[in-house]
């Protein structure tokens, strides 16, 4: 069990990371399960395809109202205690949806506060949860623990979770969300076993929080590495939102797989990621940053063109377990240069730009590619999406020696 433990979490990370690591999981097990549970639950209120789609709006858009207000209050508050009591307050959220649920009373309204609410809290947490790694592991570790967390995230949230949750709520609706709280509440107590600096990260806030989130914006634009890094994850999760779109129907009217064959479909997508991020200790030690963007942005742009070549159910799922691989390998990547190329006092203003921008690519996406395949048929949002990335990777092809070394000094000025 001690080799186990050594492998995944080795003992020079320290004993916080393996309580954020544990908190991670665990976390995860739940917002796995509330994956499945929270559709089912909409599902079972309300039949309005208006209605359904407005849930998964309401997932979204607390990222795009407060991401950038959390980041700048992660940056001034304790990270730690934020994360607590974000996670405490998403907890009781989910306790108070429990309690509507075993009373009967539950409306497509409560659970559209409830996940609203939730997200809001959630949005708040991880602001300040990202910020953590960087504090408590050293500067060459920040890849290993990235993997980790990943690996978590995959294992927990895409793999195991949806289909106990969709079990567990078949058995009683009140039952997922139950052990979702408890899941929550376990992380918590979880994280206030790690040991970070007291107070806040700078030791002077006079500032109004809009100057904060200015500042982050501003440290960002400076800084040509960085600058390009977030304008690659937002031209890239706008060309991949546009395919991802239409996948449903893709693979029902293209593939003629059924609806368990897309569920295969997203599951390879799950076993790629987790190939992936078990590999990346062997990657990161072997193969060059620069190698490993440039193979990964290039399998995404030749993976777009495969998807809308392809009618073959099994060169799909070939295709997704490769996009799982190298897609949380450049998750892992893009990352670890952030936070090594980010002053700690601006983490969390700077990775919530990060995130509004994936946020904001994928929801553009999404409906640029609806609007492309009502106009061109379900191959077109690929077509789109290869010609897109395609451009964008020539574009910033030399520059991304540049971002992958821009960690390597502590301060990580802006290149020329």
């Avoid at 320290?14 to 690591?21: E, H, N, V």
């Avoid at 539950?106 to 947490?125: C, D, L, N, P, Q």
Wanted: proline share 3%; net charge neutral; with cysteine.
């Amino acid at each position: 069990m001690s080799t186990v433990l050594e492998a995944v979490a080795p003992t020079r990370m320290g004993r916080s990371f393996r309580y954020l690591l544990a908190s991670s999981w665990v976390s995860n097990v739940g917002d796995g399960i509330a994956l499945a549970a929270g559709p089912l639950l909409v599902a079972s209120q309300t039949h309005n395809a208006f209605l359904v789609a407005l849930a998964a709006i309401l997932d979204r858009l607390p990222q795009l109202l407060f991401g950038l207000y959390a980041g700048a209050l992660a940056d001034r508050l304790d990270r730690r205690r934020t994360v607590m009591l974000a996670d405490a307050l998403r907890a009781l959220v989910i306790l108070g949806l429990c309690f509507v649920i075993a009373t009967g009373h539950v409306t497509i309204g409560w659970v559209y506060a409830a996940m609203f609410a939730a997200g809001t809290a959630e949005v708040f947490s991880d602001s300040a949860s990202r910020t953590l790694l960087p504090m408590l592991v050293s500067r060459a570790d920040l890849g290993i623990g990235n993997a980790r967390l990943q690996a978590g995230f995959l294992t927990a949230n895409q793999l195991a979770g949806p289909p106990i949750g969709a079990f567990l709520f078949a058995a009683g609706h009140v039952l997922p969300f139950g052990i979702q709280a408890v899941a929550v509440a376990l992380g918590v107590v979880l994280i206030s076993r790690i040991a970070t600096p007291r107070g806040g990260v700078r030791e002077v806030v006079d500032e109004h929080i809009v100057r904060d989130i200015r500042e982050g914006i501003r440290w960002l634009l400076d800084n040509a590495a960085v600058r390009t890094l977030a304008l690659i994850i937002l031209v890239f999760n706008l060309t991949w939102g546009a395919a991802w779109s239409v996948l449903v129907l893709w693979a029902l009217d293209r593939l003629h797989i059924g609806t368990i064959g897309y569920g295969l479909l997203t599951t390879m997508i799950a076993i790629g990621g987790l190939i992936g991020t078990v590999s990346y200790d062997w990657l990161e030690r072997r193969v060059p940053l620069a190698t490993l963007m440039k193979t990964c942005l290039t399998l995404e742009v030749l993976m777009h063109l495969s998807l809308a070549l392809t009618t073959i159910p099994w060169v799909a799922m070939a295709i997704m377990v490769v996009f799982g691989a190298y897609a949380f390998v450049w998750g892992t990547i893009g990352q670890t240069i952030r936070q090594r190329a980010v002053p700690m006092e601006l983490q969390g203003r700077v990775g919530s730009v990060y995130v509004f921008s994936f946020t904001g690519g994928v929801l553009v996406g999404q409906a640029l590619g609806g609007w492309i395949a009502h106009q061109w048929g379900l191959a077109a949002p690929f077509w789109f999406a290869f010609v897109g990335s395609g451009i964008t990777l020539v574009l910033i092809w030399r520059q991304l020696g540049h971002i992958a070394d821009a960690g390597d000094t502590p301060d990580a000025p802006g290149l020329a």
